[in-house]
Nanobody, 128 residues
Framework: DVQLQASGGGLVQPGGSLRLSCVAS????????MSWFRQAPGKAREGVSCIDKSDGSTYYADSVKGRFTISRDNAKNTVYLQMNSLEPEDTAVYYC?????????????????????WGEGTLVTVSS
């Protein structure tokens, strides 16, 4: 089976940090651009970040620039999202996704419906 399994979510106070992980099984991440999305209660899902399969270039939504860092370890078939200086507005279910065609440059306009593989979400709650 082709799967993505996200983990690392939890409850954190404002200003705190979390690191999300997304492990792929059944396929190699080497050939895919990897992305993180999130969906807050009552809001549409939004693209947060991605890391290009070709050159490791990255994309970040304006709302997380300077606070979140995406990285990948192809040897471990895993992509990470380091989230620092968390704010209550970051509360959401976070999803990882893999796509063969996507480039980091196109992330801001790429239809999320085109993503090849989606993982189950992991809940991040930022609250005091």
């Amino acid at each position: 089976d082709v799967q993505l399994q996200a983990s690392g979510g939890g409850l954190v106070q404002p200003g705190g940090s979390l690191r999300l992980s997304c492990v792929a099984s059944g396929f190699s991440l080497d050939y895919f651009t990897m992305s993180w999305f999130r969906q807050a209660p009552g809001k549409a899902r939004e693209g947060v970040s991605c890391i290009d399969k070709s050159d490791g270039s990255t994309y970040y939504a304006d709302s997380v620039k300077g606070r979140f860092t995406i990285s990948r370890d192809n040897a471990k078939n895993t992509v990470y999202l380091q989230m620092n200086s968390l704010e209550p507005e970051d509360t959401a279910v976070y999803y990882c996704a893999a796509d063969f065609t996507l480039t980091a440059q196109a992330m801001g306009t790429y239809p999320e419906g085109n993503m090849d593989v989606w993982g189950e979400g992991t809940l991040v709650t930022v609250s005091s």
